[in-house]
């Protein structure tokens, strides 16, 4: 069964960036799943954040959250998603998950996605 695993979540200083990663487990690939990253803080719902397309990731989607300071981006033959996050802010602060769901198209609904990590802790804070 596929899994995946999220890694680059750290603490980090506002206005800094952070580039988080979602690697598939060995053998698989992820090329045939549309991606979404979501966060979660502490007493809040689960969020999502950035979303792309299936095989060449031509489609993302991003909302008003994350637009214009965050980047999805994919590459398939690493069996690798990327989640490059600028600018960021103290509320920003969260368990950062990586998500796969058997869809060519983003999707935005939590409840569709088929396999989840384990997630990454990101801090903002001086």
């Known amino acids: 069964q596929l899994q995946l695993v999220e890694s680059g979540g750290d603490l980090v200083q506002p206005g800094g960036s952070l580039t988080l990663s979602c690697a598939a487990s060995?053998?698989?690939?992820?090329?045939?799943?549309?991606i979404g990253w979501f966060r979660q803080a502490p007493g809040k719902e689960r969020e999502g954040v950035s979303f792309?397309?299936?095989?060449?990731?031509?489609?993302?989607y991003y909302p008003d959250s994350a637009k214009g300071r965050f980047t999805i981006s994919r590459d398939n033959a690493k069996s690798t998603v990327y989640l490059q996050m600028n600018s960021l802010k103290p509320e920003d602060t969260a368990v950062y998950y990586c998500?796969?769901?058997?869809?060519?198209?983003?999707?935005?609904?939590?409840?569709?996605?088929?396999?989840w990590g384990q997630g990454t802790q990101v801090t903002v804070s001086s």
């Open positions: 998500a796969a769901a058997t869809s060519t198209i983003w999707l935005i609904d939590p409840v569709l996605y088929d396999y």
């Open positions: 060995s053998g698989f690939t992820l090329d045939a799943y549309s």
């Open positions: 792309i397309s299936a095989r060449d990731g031509s489609s993302t």
